[in-house]
């Protein structure tokens, strides 16, 4: 008895839209039927999810979750990434459906995560296996820390605004460069899912204009490719 395996099934306003959404993601359908009771199966490789129509559901109010553990979280969000450039133009990074960054959790002792958040408003959380990252040192890394945990597990952007700007308020001579660029890009892609483009526009603004030396610049890059993702989505 070690081969068992499980499929979640999660709700949706519109079976069809599930489809569609899944195929830009590189899934396939496995089994949809409209009578009795319309559903849709997706799978990518060993990724298998089922999905059920409800009429009138809201996906805002969706409490539909699952869990991915992968090998490679960083492969599998770029091809997610790649299927969204290719079928929007750009990488949704605010409304329903959209899809976070990879981010150390810590409240998952450090293991690596993104979650996708699906038309049905269903929070699909991706995790690595094994990988793990040391916990934050610096005032700025820390609140980021807490503010991911906040928007990124437990779906409260709100609450993670308040400890970034709370950090972002107090500067200090000893934060670290690198963190006060991670710390404005995540605030301006949060801003984007509180529908606050102006905000966001200020904060990659505020973010480029961080002196960093050519060894910071390297370790700012990744969160300098996303502050190019979410400055698309501003436009």
């Given at each position: 008895?070690?081969?068992e395996t499980?499929?979640?099934?999660?709700p949706?306003a519109?079976?069809?839209d599930?489809?569609?959404?899944?195929?830009?993601l590189g899934f396939?359908?496995?089994?949809?039927?409209?009578?009795?009771?319309p559903?849709?199966?997706v799978?990518?490789e060993?990724l298998?999810?089922?999905?059920f129509e409800?009429?009138?559901?809201?996906?805002e109010?969706?409490?539909?979750s699952?869990l991915?553990?992968?090998?490679?979280i960083?492969?599998?969000?770029r091809?997610?990434?790649?299927?969204?450039?290719?079928a929007?133009?750009?990488?949704?990074?605010?409304?329903?459906?959209?899809?976070?960054?990879?981010?150390?959790?810590?409240?998952a002792?450090?293991?690596?995560?993104?979650?996708?958040?699906?038309?049905?408003?269903?929070?699909?959380r991706v995790?690595s296996r094994?990988?793990?990252?040391?916990?934050?040192?610096?005032?700025?890394?820390?609140?980021?820390a807490?503010?991911?945990?906040?928007?990124?597990?437990?779906?409260?952007?709100?609450?993670?605004?308040?400890?970034?700007?709370?950090a972002?308020a107090?500067?200090?001579?000893?934060?670290d460069?690198?963190?006060?660029?991670?710390?404005l890009?995540?605030r301006?892609?949060?801003?984007?899912?509180?529908?606050?483009?102006e905000?966001?526009?200020?904060m990659l603004?505020?973010?480029?204009?961080?002196p960093?030396?050519?060894?910071?610049?390297e370790?700012?890059?990744?969160?300098?490719?996303?502050?190019?993702d979410?400055?698309?989505a501003?436009?």
């Amino acid at each position: 008895m070690a081969n068992e395996t499980t499929v979640p099934l999660l709700p949706c306003a519109s079976i069809d839209d599930i489809e569609s959404f899944y195929g830009v993601l590189g899934f396939r359908t496995t089994y949809k039927q409209r009578k009795p009771n319309p559903c849709v199966g997706v799978q990518r490789e060993g990724l298998h999810l089922q999905f059920f129509e409800i009429a009138g559901f809201d996906p805002e109010q969706s409490y539909g979750s699952c869990l991915v553990i992968t090998e490679d979280i960083e492969g599998l969000h770029r091809a997610f990434t790649a299927g969204m450039r290719a079928a929007y133009g750009k990488v949704l990074v605010s409304g329903t459906p959209r899809m976070t960054r990879p981010r150390a959790r810590k409240n998952a002792d450090g293991i690596g995560g993104f979650s996708v958040i699906d038309p049905g408003g269903n929070w699909i959380r991706v995790f690595s296996r094994t990988a793990t990252t040391p916990a934050p040192a610096g005032r700025l890394a820390k609140a980021l820390a807490n503010a991911v945990v906040q928007a990124d597990s437990r779906g409260n952007p709100e609450q993670a605004v308040r400890i970034l700007d709370s950090a972002l308020a107090r500067p200090r001579a000893g934060d670290d460069p690198v963190e006060q660029v991670e710390v404005l890009v995540y605030r301006a892609e949060l801003a984007l899912v509180l529908h606050d483009p102006e905000t966001a526009t200020a904060m990659l603004a505020r973010a480029r204009s961080v002196p960093l030396t050519e060894a910071e610049s390297e370790r700012a890059a990744p969160a300098f490719t996303n502050a190019a993702d979410v400055a698309t989505a501003v436009e």
